[in-house]
């Protein structure tokens, strides 16, 4: 049997594998190359677990990696406007920073652990 074959009704070109004459799909390279960032990655990471079949279309339609970079944007986003807003409200400022550096960490930990778990929420695992 060749290993190669032209379908000539088609155009389609085949390889064997084993018994079988499996078709040589290949898809077009993705034109968006923005990074998909820890956020995006982690959209990634809870389609993979929990929307198998969302993921599977995106990846066959070739649109997953613009998709996971878009929500990498706004994730960035509110994040940052979310630790600004809190900054301004719990009164984190430059001045506690340089009066007591200590203090200024923890609150701004607790600032940063809170906006991740919104953000996380409302838009990475929803």
């Known amino acids: 049997m060749k290993k190669h074959i032209i379908d000539e009704a088609n155009g389609f070109s085949y390889t064997l594998h ?10 077009p390279p993705e034109t968006d190359d923005r ?8 959209h990634r990471d809870y389609l993979i677990e929990n929307k198998k ?11 997953l990696h ?4 878009d929500i990498n944007e706004q994730a960035e986003e509110m994040f940052d406007n979310l630790v600004r807003d809190m900054k301004k409200s719990e009164d984190v400022t430059e001045e506690l920073k ?29």
Do not use: H
Request: charged share 20%.
């Open 35 to 42: 990074p998909i960032g820890i956020w995006g990655r982690r």
């Open 98 to 126: 340089a009066k007591d550096q200590m203090a200024w960490v923890q609150k701004m930990n607790n600032i940063r652990n809170c906006a991740t778990e919104i953000v996380n929420a409302k838009l990475i695992y929803a």
């Open 18 to 27: 084993g018994d079988y004459y499996l078709p040589d799909f290949v898809l």
């Open 66 to 69: 613009s998709y996971l970079a």
């Open 53 to 63: 079949a969302v993921y599977s279309l995106m990846r066959t339609r070739n649109t």
